[in-house]
């Protein structure tokens, strides 16, 4: 069994097998993968708001979906992985916060889901799996032996996705 390595929030990091990958408590948050299952590399970046175009000098890229994804992308290929073979997974983007109407802070999980979807379309990496939304927060771990991304959750059972 290999090392866990932590990812903080707005943060990214890359392994490989036998090491996993962890983030702890996302909740409108998303943690997003990116696998190769050859190369046996894996990457996690845990992004809190779905685009950094609205913010005129981001110094941190892993904080937005849209710089952190690409981020992510470059740093998995620089460890060896192949973007034909790789696949991702998201979880988070849960609704924390109980608000009245439909303001664009209550909508900021559901929003980065959205990004997430949006920026893997565009790089032309197939999603495999996915558990978001709903409203409770999520701990994941990226098993970088066999791709298994497991979600943790305060009073639910264990998945594997």
């Known amino acids: ?13 890359v392994a490989h097998a036998p090491d996993s990958l962890t983030t702890l408590g996302l909740g409108s948050c ?51 992985a192949s973007q034909r073979r790789l696949v991702a997974k998201i979880a988070g983007g849960a609704c924390m916060f109980e608000m009245s109407g439909l303001s664009a802070m209550g909508r900021v999980g559901e929003r980065n889901a959205e990004a997430a979807k949006a920026m893997l379309k565009e790089l032309n990496i197939p999603l495999k799996a996915e558990d978001i ?29």
């Open 1 to 13: 069994m290999g090392e866990t390595i932590k990812v903080g929030m707005a943060d990214l990091k």
């Open 30 to 80: 998303i943690g997003l993968t990116l696998y190769d299952p050859v190369a046996k590399v894996g990457g996690l970046v845990h992004f809190m708001l779905p685009d950094s175009t609205k913010l005129k000098n981001n110094t941190n890229i892993a904080k937005f979906g849209d710089t952190g994804i690409k981020e992510l992308l470059r740093v998995v290929l620089a460890e060896g």
């Open 133 to 161: 939304g709903l409203n409770y927060g999520r701990t994941v771990e990226l098993n970088c032996e066999n791709g298994d991304f497991l979600i943790k959750s305060v009073g639910k059972q264990n998945k594997i996705i």
